[in-house]
């Protein structure tokens, strides 16, 4: 089951760690909803979802401020033997001593941030989200083509890596090269980036392997892409039927999610990139609501209608 160290929400959200002796590298997050302990602080805890994320804010502080000593004793060695994956603050609110001191006993890190906990714990939720959603690596290359992530796949050699280097040359951006890690991030959308080893590299046959940000500069580099279009790359056979009318989109599935695919035969003489150009420019007017195939079929069917009036 995938997980996110604490150590990493508190490197990317910049937090603020009040317990400093609890190795965060150590605790994992599994979840990627959270909880507001309100009813916790008030002694129920049946039904406490623990394994989330707590997200402390104004309302749970204030009703924590009234409460007397020995009831916060109580409320907090019980709340903090629930191993819990982090407590955290938000509005810059600061816990009491009592409950440093029990989450320090029972190896919880508490942790504060300056953000609002409305704002934070969606934005939370969503970061969390991609963190940890169902992830596979598929051998292609991934590029960003007018906005359209274009997943482009094919056999060892085919020249997947030149056309991409193509596509960058023509001002289009780069996200990995050979392994493309996708992530299922909901039922409608597929994410995918490059692993951290090879961000940014390209191996070119011939040449070995140049680096893209550095060559191009940032622009032509990006982080991470929703996958729109899949085009696969395969030697041009001339005994089998290619599609040259488009009317019915033809379909790949990476975990569950189905995006559309396009099979471009290659053979000498071809320009792969402005082919995958021009398959995204199409997709993209597709989602918009024109056909071009649909158009043409039209354009026949008023023809042929027209000769029998």
Same mark, same amino acid.
């Not at 274009?150 to 056999?155: C, F, P, Q, W, Y």
């Not at 909901?186 to 040449?207: C, M, N, Q, Y």
């Not at 982080?223 to 395969?234: F, V």
């Given at each position: 089951?995938?997980?996110?160290?604490?150590?990493?929400?508190?490197?990317?959200?910049?937090?603020?760690?009040?317990?400093?002796?609890?190795?965060?590298?150590?605790?994992?997050?599994?979840?990627?909803?959270?909880?507001?302990?309100?009813?916790?602080?008030?002694?129920?805890?049946?039904?406490?979802?623990?394994?989330?994320?707590?997200?402390?804010?104004?309302?749970?502080?204030?009703?924590?401020?009234?409460?007397?000593?020995?009831?916060?004793?109580?409320?907090?060695?019980?709340?903090?033997?629930?191993?819990?994956?982090?407590?955290?603050?938000?509005?810059?609110?600061?816990?009491?001593?009592?409950?440093?001191?029990?989450?320090?006993?029972?190896?919880?890190?508490?942790?504060?941030?300056?953000?609002?906990?409305?704002?934070?714990?969606?934005?939370?939720?969503?970061?969390?989200?991609?963190?940890?959603?169902?992830?596979?690596?598929?051998?292609?290359?991934?590029?960003?083509?007018?906005? &359209?992530?274009?997943? $482009?796949?094919?056999?060892?050699?085919?020249?997947?890596?030149?056309? %991409?280097? #193509? *596509?960058?040359? !023509?001002?289009?951006?780069?996200?990995?090269?050979?392994?493309?890690?996708?992530?299922?991030?909901?039922?409608?959308?597929?994410?995918?980036?490059?692993?951290?080893?090879?961000?940014?590299?390209?191996?070119?046959?011939?040449?070995?392997?140049?680096?893209?940000?550095?060559?191009?500069?940032?622009?032509?580099?990006?982080?991470?892409?929703?996958?729109?279009?899949?085009?696969?790359?395969?030697?041009?056979?001339?005994?089998?039927?290619?599609?040259?009318?488009?009317?019915?989109?033809?379909?790949?599935?990476?975990?569950?999610?189905?995006?559309?695919?396009?099979?471009?035969?290659?053979?000498?003489?071809?320009?792969?990139?402005?082919?995958? &150009?021009?398959?995204? $420019?199409?997709?993209?007017?597709?989602?918009?609501?024109?056909?071009? %195939?649909? #158009? *043409?079929?039209? !354009?026949?069917?008023?023809?042929?209608?027209?000769?029998?009036?």
């Amino acid at each position: 089951m995938e997980a996110v160290k604490v150590a990493k929400v508190v490197e990317n959200y910049h937090l603020k760690n009040l317990t400093p002796d609890i190795d965060l590298n150590r605790a994992e997050i599994r979840l990627p909803d959270i909880n507001r302990p309100a009813l916790q602080m008030t002694g129920y805890f049946e039904h406490f979802a623990s394994d989330r994320v707590q997200l402390v804010g104004f309302v749970e502080y204030t009703y924590l401020q009234g409460m007397d000593e020995e009831r916060k004793r109580e409320i907090y060695e019980r709340f903090t033997k629930e191993n819990l994956p982090c407590v955290i603050f938000c509005r810059d609110l600061q816990p009491d001593e009592l409950l440093l001191e029990a989450a320090n006993r029972n190896n919880v890190p508490i942790l504060v941030t300056t953000k609002d906990t409305s704002s934070f714990m969606a934005e939370l939720i969503r970061w969390l989200n991609v963190q940890l959603a169902p992830c596979i690596s598929v051998h292609g290359v991934l590029v960003d083509v007018y906005g &359209e992530g274009v997943l $482009i796949m094919g056999e060892s050699g085919i020249g997947k890596s030149e056309t %991409a280097l #193509e *596509l960058i040359k !023509r001002g289009h951006r780069l996200v990995s090269d050979d392994v493309v890690e996708i992530r299922r991030v909901s039922d409608d959308t597929l994410v995918g980036k490059a692993p951290d080893i090879t961000r940014h590299f390209i191996e070119l046959r011939g040449i070995g392997i140049i680096d893209i940000k550095t060559l191009f500069g940032i622009q032509s580099v990006k982080e991470t892409q929703g996958l729109d279009l899949c085009i696969q790359l395969e030697h041009w056979n001339k005994e089998k039927e290619y599609d040259r009318l488009g009317l019915e989109d033809q379909y790949t599935e990476f975990l569950g999610n189905k995006i559309v695919c396009h099979k471009i035969p290659i053979r000498p003489g071809r320009n792969v990139a402005i082919i995958v &150009e021009s398959a995204a $420019i199409n997709h993209r007017q597709k989602k918009m609501g024109y056909n071009a %195939a649909q #158009e *043409l079929y039209n !354009r026949v069917q008023q023809s042929i209608a027209k000769q029998f009036e």
